[in-house]
């Protein structure tokens, strides 16, 4: 079985709607998380979490809001979808320490926001 | 400001073919992680190395070998022997200690093609 899940992992939505994406883990880390990925631009941090009460934003948080439900779940929402959010989303995780371990990524969620 | 730059968009090879995917990254810290991953055509990311700022030497892993240089702050990657199973998109990342998260800022990314 994976360590890192993402579901779904395609998903087509319409302009407006609430959307949630969710991760899991069984890796035991402490850190989570959420990037997007466009075409061209690489991987861009949108949000991260350290642990359930430690939530914070990263480069592009603009338009999307996470929660950290348990240490093994991170999930993405994204309250009212636009077109420009099309995007291959990914989750990652880390283990805790004062230094930037590996990071290991779930599979993806491709959305389309139409 | 971009972080790291991947100045190779796109790369083709013949199989068998060496090739070195380039890797320039900016820090000011003097702790630095950077990284390696690789996004196959199905998508996902594999992990394929880290490398911390005091350890310069360089690492032979099967074909893949990795040249980290910071007096020209770069970490080079090149596959020898090439095969059609390289073909993918290569990325490499740079974490600063004092980038709070930890997180990765990620290089555009290096399409290799890798033809029979």
């Known amino acids: 079985d994976a360590d890192v899940t993402q579901t779904p992992r395609n998903r087509i939505t319409k302009t407006g709607k609430r959307i949630m994406l969710e991760c899991s883990q069984t890796k035991g880390h402490d850190r989570m998380y959420w990037y997007r990925q466009d075409p061209g631009l690489g991987l861009r941090l949108i949000y991260y979490s350290f642990d359930v009460k430690d939530i914070n934003k990263g480069e592009i948080s603009d338009g999307y809001s996470v929660s950290r439900q348990a240490q093994a779940k991170f999930s993405l929402s994204l309250e009212s979808a636009i077109p420009n959010q099309t995007a291959l989303y990914f989750c990652?995780?880390?283990?805790?320490?004062?230094?930037?371990?590996?990071?290991?990524f779930g599979p993806g969620t491709r959305l389309t926001v139409l | 400001a971009q972080k790291v730059t991947q100045a190779q968009t796109e790369i083709s090879v013949v199989e068998k073919e060496d090739v070195t995917l380039d890797c320039v990254y900016e820090?000011?810290?003097?702790?630095?992680?950077l990284f390696w991953y690789k996004q196959p055509p199905s998508g996902e990311l594999v992990f394929l190395i880290r490398r911390n700022s005091f350890d310069e030497q360089n690492e032979i892993s099967g074909r893949y070998s990795w040249n980290f240089q910071k007096s020209t702050s770069s970490f080079n990657f090149t596959i020898t022997a090439s095969q059609v199973v390289d073909s993918a998109v290569y990325f490499c990342a740079l974490s600063e200690n004092s980038n709070s998260g930890y997180a990765l800022n990620f290089g555009k990314g290096t399409s290799l093609l890798v033809t029979p």
């Open positions: 820090t000011r810290d003097t702790t630095y992680y």
């Open positions: 990652a995780t880390s283990s805790g320490g004062f230094v930037t371990d590996t990071q290991y």
